[in-house]
């Protein structure tokens, strides 16, 4: 039971607390110790997060397998609690079926507004430039050109979102300028 109303509230995983016990009460208090062990959830060796892609839903489906529950019967002499689970576990079910979700990579997912395709290119061949110069293929001054040409436009494009940044926002943040 005390796992149960615990794992909500210490975090977003259900099944991670566990050896829950009442202790006594603190003093003069009449409020009682909980004691419990938070248990460690298994590492992936590769973490891929994932979203909902609301792009490409099917929300007639969505909306008609919701159309489908018998929610008065559902929810009839049920508590808050047990409600609230039984619409959860009603409502993720079609969503999983109807909102297709989409794989997003480490890098990928956690690139700066600033960057775009162009500068994406260029940091791969600064890259493949940088592996070159290790093995001696390539010279140290095509190299270091290669750098300085992806340096630049990278401060390029950082000021650009500055300027962009401080026109839009002015009437709002006007100490910003």
Do not use: Y
Not at 23 to 31: F, R, V
Not at 91 to 107: V, Y
Not at 112 to 141: D, I, S, Y
Request: charged residues 30%; glycine residues 6%.
């Amino acid at each position: 039971m005390f796992c149960a109303m615990l794992d909500p509230v210490l975090n977003h995983k259900e099944g991670l607390v566990g050896d829950v016990k009442l202790k006594g009460s603190l003093g003069c208090s009449d409020k009682k110790m909980v004691d419990f062990k938070i248990l460690r959830a298994p590492r992936r060796a590769h973490s891929k997060l994932t979203s909902l892609d609301f792009r490409r839903p099917d929300f007639g489906l969505f909306r008609d397998l919701l159309g489908r529950v018998p929610w008065h019967k559902a929810l009839e002499a049920k508590g808050a609690q047990e409600s609230w689970v039984i619409f959860k576990d009603h409502l993720l079910q079609p969503q999983e079926w109807c909102i297709p979700t989409k794989k997003r990579s480490g890098k990928n997912s956690r690139r700066p507004a600033w960057t775009n395709k162009e500068l994406l290119h260029k940091f791969q061949h600064k890259k493949e430039a940088n592996r070159g110069w290790k093995q001696g293929q390539v010279a140290w001054e095509e190299h270091r050109e290669i750098v300085w040409a992806a340096r630049n436009q990278v401060r390029k494009a950082k000021d650009l979102m500055i300027h962009l940044n401080l026109a839009t926002h002015i009437k709002g943040k006007r100490k910003s300028f």
